[in-house]
């Protein structure tokens, strides 16, 4: 069944956040796999989410988790072959689920063939695939991101004597696009995935591709260059796929990387994430409203991509050291939730499992401007572990019931390729699918309740947002209108029942329709709107001339 | 509830929006807006500099400005509307106004900040007057750290006063108080002061807000009644104070607001200063006396002298109802003496305050007569304090006070004997 034409869909999308390797395992090695993907998507269509988003599942030495790719064109062994790929691609659409892929365009593995020829020696003509040096002082306007583990940019190579440019890993060296050969070799590599089936790329670490002397290596105009020419043979080849651009800037400095509607369709809105975890901690809509004024208009075929928690660590880079401080006080109490500069917690432990702050954080992420993400697991309130090295704690396997390896693996729970959460509060008997499903009122019970609500309208994908400023700092109120639709939503973000006066004169007239269980509220008039709400609490209603 | 009444509707929905507080400034406002501008900013910076996580908003209860004082403090706000540039804030900072009638009383309008501090349950608040030219942003922290970091239920200020700035409070208040508590608190009118919201609790429905004591000197009062109740007190070094250029009430006026509440709580904490009971120990942050070198003094004294000498002739008849015949006798040779000669000395004023606060508790006449009647009394005090001081070194000055404050401990048991006498006519 082909999916539907649909140039936009990516605007409409929910997408769902998953390592191939946590979802399901069939054949019982303990590592999840593309047939136990496949074999979960009935649970996922069921859910509510119109599209995949996969994290690498490249053959890879798996020293930061698959981004050290070492392979662009196949599977990773313990993840299957491409024909399971193929089979999995068949079985989504089939369902009318979209699939997006990881494409780690900045550096490869060091074990990756190109690398190994490059560094072979001086003379190699994949040399110049990779940013060599005999000095290690260049681009020293370059921030170091991985301060925990690396001192420099720059690492030595003992086979060829130079240095080679890594901005991540010192095992993921940094590829040179500079060489036209590379920019080539990479779209072939898309063109290999996109020919398969997939539906877009989420593409990791974009601001990096160039170095330059004198900048800080980041958003350079020849990254852009890059961007333009993929995005133009993507257009011209596979009408209808998306790129999602990965990078942890500051809203202005993003807007460069949606050009004219010329470069990516999507890009991941981080400095909205952690204000949104610090409005409700300090119970204060300040500091969402005042990222989104900060936000600006892009072009109407692109789209935020909002998210509350992923695979990575709840990134601290986008926000002041003000900010960082309280937040690391309030959300990372014990130093080992703490890394690089982030906080490597699930959205449940976060918020130390209140239900009514999960609830109320997930209606803002399906409510505000842009395509959310789910990760996985986070709609049924899995927890994590802090003492599992790097971001691992944020990896475990999905919890699908009370049995045996959690119903993730029939293997020997020594063979997992990760512990299982075990612990009273967040451990598999605790917190799984299985038991989800036969409670109406369970998270997931309402997680699907509240995508059907979302995917009722495209209103919440679509829509512009005019926020309403009530006295009450503590509540957070927006209309959404797109054509001739209007919605009002109304957020509590604070621990106590709060009393809002809104004014909502020019839409005198409308009744609201409370859009969960459509009863209808007093009809507007000239007067403030008053409306009381629980702790947490959020109403979205539509509005109606009747 | 006291404050059901004294909360008008339009500030109750400001303190709806504001909703709970950990700190809370009140300011108390009557056509200032020549200087509350400054304030608020210094006020909102010292917030945000020493509380940048807490939830604190500014309160201004208004006597009916005209001048657009309201407006400018409202403007002082950090929304998500109206952004600063100059500083960043986690939070949002309410600043609102409201205005409580047309009659400016500095007890009401205190009163309204009590009981929305008690309603926010803000764990501190800091009352600061509109007219202290020289506040700093420090002062937040002065005042409101040891309140909500370390648990005190009152902090007094100590300023830096020039020489003879405040005779009123250094002669009267100051020692009197100490004679009465046995603590020093070195400004019982405090302009600037923080509470806990304990003591905000126990203020907010507290019979003084219906009296003269509370309407015209709620700041002595308050102070007492937090020595009365045995409440941790702290004081805090603030340094010079200031005065915007405002017009200052003339004595009459200021007695009603210092000495008639000093008695009337005195009336009404009965108990509590007869025989005090054992209370922590009085915390002082920085000097606990400091004088400025600078303030010759610009007092005439030839007028004090005169008013003295002729205020004690003309109300001989009102005197004689009010004071013993030993000490109207003294006053009266006292009045007699020219002015190179003339002296009031402590043991005589501190007996003469003592026997004003008797007759205004069994009112023998008039209890504002009563105050009146001091005015030429404490015109004699005053002349003969200058005078002694003149050339006084800041230290001697201290001495002096401090000699003073003896006195009136001294005559304590007298002051006790005043009060136990059964009502004459009785």
Redesign the interface.
Known sequence: MALPKVPLWYKDAVIYQVHVRAMYDSNGDGIGDFRGLAEKLDYLQELGISAIWLMPFFPSPLRDDGYDISDYRSVHPSYGTLEDVQLFLRAARDRGIRVVIEMVLNHTSDQHPWFQESRSSLNNPRRDWYVWSDSDTRYRGARIIFLDTEMSNWAWDPISKQYYWHRFFSHQPDLNYDNPAVREEMWNVMKFWLEMGVDGFRLDAVPYLFEREGTNCENLPETHGVIKELRRRLDENFPGRMLLAEANQWPADLLPYFGEGDEFHMAFHFPLMPRMF?GLK??????I??IL?QTPKIPDTCQWCLFLRNHDELTLEMV?D??RD?MYDVYAHEKAMRLNLGIRRRLAPLLDNDRRRIELMNGLLMSLPGTPVIYYGDEIGMGDNIFLGDRHGVRTPMQWDGGWNAGFSSSDPESLYSALIMNPIYGYQSVNVASQRRLQHSLLSWMRRLLQVRKSTPIFGRGNIE?L??????VLAFVRQFGEETILAVNNL?A?A??V?LDLRRFKGNILVEMFGRNIFPRIGELPYLLTLGPYQFYWFRLRRI | MAEDNILSDDLL??L??V??VDILVGLHTHNHAKTIGHMVQVIREGLLKYF??E?VAVLNADGGSVDGTPELVRAASI???R?ENSF?????L?CISSQYGTNVSNGTAMHIIVAAADLLRARACAMIAPESSEIRPDWMDQLLGPVYRDNADFVAPVYRRQRFEGILVTNLLYPMTRALYGKSIREPRPGEFAFSDRLASRLVGHPMWSQDAGRLGPEVCLTLEALAEGHRIVQAFLGPKGQAERPAPDLVAALRQTVGPLFWSMENANGAWSSPAEAPTLLTIGPAFDVGTDGTANIDLARLHHLFCSGTKDLESVLKSIVSADTLSQLQYAASLDQAHFHLSDELWAKAVYEFASAYRRSVISRDHIIQALAPLYRGRAHTFVTENLNAAPDALGERIEALCVTFERFKPYLLELWSAPERGS
Not at chain 1, 282 to 287: F, G, V, Y
Not at chain 2, 88 to 92: H, I, Q
Request: hydrophobic share 20%; glycine share 2%; net charge neutral.
């Open positions: 610090m300090l119970e204060d809509r300040k500091p409203t005042e004024q002041t003000m900010e309280y926020f400023y009530p006295d009450n700092h503590r604070s106590s709060q009393a006066e | 929905r400001q709806i929006s909703g709970e940048p996580r939830r929304t998500d509307l952004r960043y804030t986690l939070r949002t309410h």
